[in-house]
């Protein structure tokens, strides 16, 4: 035993005591909307592998394709010897896609904002920080690690954005905005056009999370900042999601590249994503701006479950994504609706504190294009019947 364990002990009893203890359970992800957990194969609304990619044959290849030309690992962090031409290659690709002038990889989305943040607030004295209450927990990292307080407007509230910006950004020497494009709890979208117009207003940077976007939403799939080409500073996004692998980018000026490359702590200090991650995003690349008939096929699905949901009686927010909450409200409930639907075959995962607010537990319901009408149509008729 370690020194320390008593006090984890102690710890986590506090968290049983709460009813948010959480624990791993072996998964596989599977093709057709579908995971196998132990002995059973179950439909699956849980996972963000929202086009199927995962699983793509074409993902496999190449990533094992550059593994076995390039190696198992890339050696070092970016700035030693881990830089890579098929690394160069790819953050060209993505600036490409994306409409900007340079792009960078990061391990993770989590390490992006956590990393990109702070860097970006350094080089920022005195700046105001505007951010949406919702957005994800890394980038609310990133602005304590930078030690700023945050002036929070409400939810998707554009209104409230600029009378903050208004009131504390006016004498602020600059101004930076944090949101997301596709909020991952509650599947809305944020106005990108309008943001984009509040920043250009007030002299703010714009810094977008387009983590559930990226893949799904824009033209060709490019995320909603590709409706406002050249309008948002800073765009975060992943290849964890509808892109199927793993690994984040940042996008925005060759600038800001050059600038993160020197600054942003865990970038520098990082090894560089292996070959095989590369690979598989190089495919998913490749796929991902011939794939609108899946796009719009789960943007169908997510219509058809959203119509269910309000025909049972159930408040889904303001989803218009395929991310669809089932808001149930104490926590106990949601776990119980969530444990009868997966013993009836379905995973649909219960979202509880500290994740969400309180008194906001939620099923998670997470569409994949893999998933049919009659998929839909059988998840609805489960909760009908174990509500």
């Known amino acids: 035993m370690s020194r320390i364990d008593s006090h984890l002990e102690a710890a986590l009893a506090r968290v049983e005591r709460a009813g948010q203890r959480r624990v791993l359970r072996p998964t596989a992800l599977l093709a057709g909307g579908r995971v196998q957990r132990g002995a059973r194969t179950m439909l699956?609304?849980?996972?963000?592998?929202?086009?199927?990619?995962?699983?793509?044959?074409?993902?496999?290849?190449?990533?094992?394709?550059?593994?076995?030309?390039?190696?198992?690992?890339?050696?070092?962090?970016?700035?030693?010897?881990g830089t890579s031409e098929g690394h160069l290659a790819l953050e060209r690709r993505i600036a490409a896609f994306k409409h900007c002038e340079a792009a960078l990889l990061f391990a993770s989305g989590w390490q992006?904002?956590?990393?990109?943040?702070p860097a970006l607030l350094a080089a920022l004295p005195g700046a105001a920080v505007f951010t949406d209450r919702l957005?994800?927990?890394?980038?609310?990292?990133?602005?304590?690690?930078?030690?700023?307080r945050q002036h929070r407007f409400r939810h998707n509230d554009l209104d409230h954005l600029e009378a903050l910006?208004?009131?504390?950004?006016?004498?602020?020497?600059?101004?930076?905005?944090?949101?997301?494009?596709?909020?991952?709890?509650?599947?809305?979208?944020?106005?990108?056009?309008?943001?984009?117009?509040?920043?250009?207003?007030?002299?703010?940077?714009?810094?977008?999370?387009?983590?559930?976007?990226?893949?799904?939403?824009?033209?060709?799939?490019?995320g909603l900042s590709a409706l406002v080409p050249g309008r948002v500073d800073i765009v975060m996004g992943t290849f964890s999601k509808a892109l199927g692998g793993f690994g984040?980018?940042?996008?925005?000026?060759?600038?800001?590249?050059?600038?993160?490359?020197?600054?942003?702590?865990?970038?520098?200090?990082?090894?560089?994503?292996?070959?095989?991650?590369?690979?598989?995003?190089?495919?998913?690349?490749?796929?991902?701006?011939?794939?609108?008939?899946?796009?719009?096929?789960?943007?169908?699905?997510?219509?058809?479950?959203?119509?269910?949901?309000?025909?049972?009686?159930?408040?889904h927010g303001a989803s218009s994504t395929q991310i669809v909450p089932v808001m149930i409200g104490p926590e106990e409930k949601a776990m119980a609706l969530s444990t009868r639907l997966e013993e009836a075959g379905f995973l649909a995962a219960?979202?509880?504190?500290?994740?969400?607010?309180?008194?906001?537990?939620?099923?998670?319901?997470?569409?994949?294009?893999?998933?049919?009408?009659?998929d839909v149509d059988a998840l609805l008729a489960a909760i009908e019947a174990h509500s």
Do not use: C
Not at 273 to 291: E, T, W
């Open 165 to 222: 910006l208004a009131e504390k950004g006016a004498g602020a020497s600059s101004r930076l905005i944090l949101t997301e494009s596709v909020f991952s709890m509650d599947g809305d979208r944020a106005d990108v056009a309008r943001l984009a117009a509040i920043a250009e207003r007030h002299d703010a940077a714009l810094f977008i999370d387009e983590a559930h976007a990226t893949g799904v939403l824009g033209p060709q799939g490019r």
């Open 248 to 315: 984040a980018y940042v996008a925005g000026s060759q600038v800001l590249i050059d600038y993160l490359v020197n600054a942003a702590s865990g970038f520098i200090f990082t090894t560089a994503p292996p070959p095989a991650v590369l690979g598989a995003i190089d495919a998913a690349l490749d796929l991902m701006p011939a794939m609108d008939a899946q796009r719009a096929h789960l943007a169908g699905l997510a219509d058809r479950l959203r119509a269910g949901l309000s025909r049972l009686g159930y408040d």
């Open 350 to 374: 219960a979202i509880r504190p500290p994740t969400v607010p309180p008194g906001t537990s939620r099923l998670r319901l997470a569409l994949r294009a893999g998933h049919s009408v009659e």
């Open 135 to 148: 957005i994800h927990a890394s980038m609310h990292a990133g602005v304590a690690m930078a030690g700023i």
């Open 112 to 117: 992006a904002n956590a990393a990109v943040i």
């Open 44 to 81: 699956d609304f849980s996972s963000n592998d929202y086009l199927g990619l995962a699983r793509h044959p074409l993902l496999a290849d190449r990533a094992a394709h550059w593994a076995a030309r390039d190696g198992s690992g890339s050696g070092a962090s970016r700035l030693v010897t």
